[in-house]
């Protein structure tokens, strides 16, 4: 089994004609979403509003096979991200978050023994007293012996004390088996110029690694996907070209597919990540490159199906 953990939200997303249309999302709610659809046996652990987009937002996990057993439900709002959309089809956000029902989560205790993986990231691991919560979930459960990934998906607009934020970001790092996060991310921790070369960013990411993640998954936008081994290889996949409506949701996407192609090989341990070869990588990354693009075919963070991927 594997458990994702983090905010549930509401994207407000334009249309041609510029009205905002409410769609489901937040990072981990798009990752479990993701991994659900291809399969995965998934289980959702947030606090979600009891308000309508809340009985949506859980509605949506259910009919994407996830587990909602972990679901807290309470009576503050949903958190609300407006989405600003480029010619290219990238996305920024502005959030309404203040004394929603996600950052109020509860620590659940000690996750079942069945809990081969966890996954953290974005929101949830910023906004206090959540963040707090989140990260005591991810320490203890990486001393479980729980495969842990965490894609930072930063939102800097969110983050008041940009040093604490990456002084903790690095204090996680000896707790995770798998990080994942994108190029713009990385400059953005490693406080590198947006235009950095991807090389000293490879340097930053072998220095994050070497902290403890068993592998580093960067995803490069129309450069396709690439990760650093345990081995200190970086191994590479191009872009799936794709007419892009929008990018909200894949790198989640991204992210969702890795686990599940993990479950997939029962190689949801840091161990087994970290002995992935080099055509298992490529595989791995083709794959999560495949089902990320076809989000970004279609408005709003809709990964897709098992059968949309040709799997069975």
């Known amino acids: 089994m594997i458990v994702v953990a983090g905010e549930a939200l509401v994207d407000l997303v334009p249309t041609a004609g510029g009205a905002l249309v ?6 981990p709610y798009n990752v479990a979403v993701a991994a659900g659809r291809l399969g995965a046996p998934v289980a959702f652990l947030s606090r979600v509003s009891a308000d309508l987009f809340g009985d949506r937002l859980v509605e949506r996990l259910r009919a994407a096979g996830v587990g909602t057993d972990l679901v807290q439900r309470g009576p503050e709002p949903t958190t609300l991200a407006v989405v600003g959309l480029a010619d290219d089809g990238s996305a920024r956000y502005s959030f309404y978050v203040e004394g929603t029902a996600d950052r109020l989560v509860a620590d659940p205790g000690p996750l079942p023994p069945t ?26 459960e990486a001393e479980r012996g729980a495969l842990t990934a965490l894609d930072p998906n930063v939102r800097p607009d969110l983050i008041r004390d940009p040093a604490a934020y990456r002084a903790r970001y690095a204090s996680w790092l000896p707790h995770v088996g798998l990080l994942k996060l994108s190029v713009d991310d990385a400059r953005w921790l490693a406080e590198l110029p947006p235009d950095a070369p991807e090389d000293a960013v490879l340097d930053v990411v072998r220095d994050w690694r070497a902290a403890g993640p068993a592998a580093v998954v960067l995803t490069l936008g129309s450069a396709g996907l690439a990760v650093l081994t345990g081995g200190d290889e970086v191994i590479r996949v191009p872009p799936v070209p794709v007419d892009v409506v929008d990018t909200i949701g894949a790198g989640d996407t991204v992210q969702g597919a890795l686990l599940a192609w993990l479950h997939d090989r029962d190689a949801l341990s840091a161990e087994a990540v970290r002995g992935l070869d080099r055509a298992e990588w490529t595989r791995a990354l083709t794959r999560a490159g495949e089902a990320a693009a076809l989000t970004c075919s279609r408005a709003g963070a809709e990964p897709p199906f098992g059968n949309e991927l040709g799997m069975t």
């Not at 409410?22 to 990072?27: N, V």
């Open 22 to 27: 409410p769609r489901p999302g937040g990072g």
């Open 115 to 140: 809990v081969r993986a966890v996954s953290f990231g974005t929101l949830s691991l910023v906004l206090e007293p959540g963040a707090s919560t989140y990260e005591r979930v991810l320490r203890r």
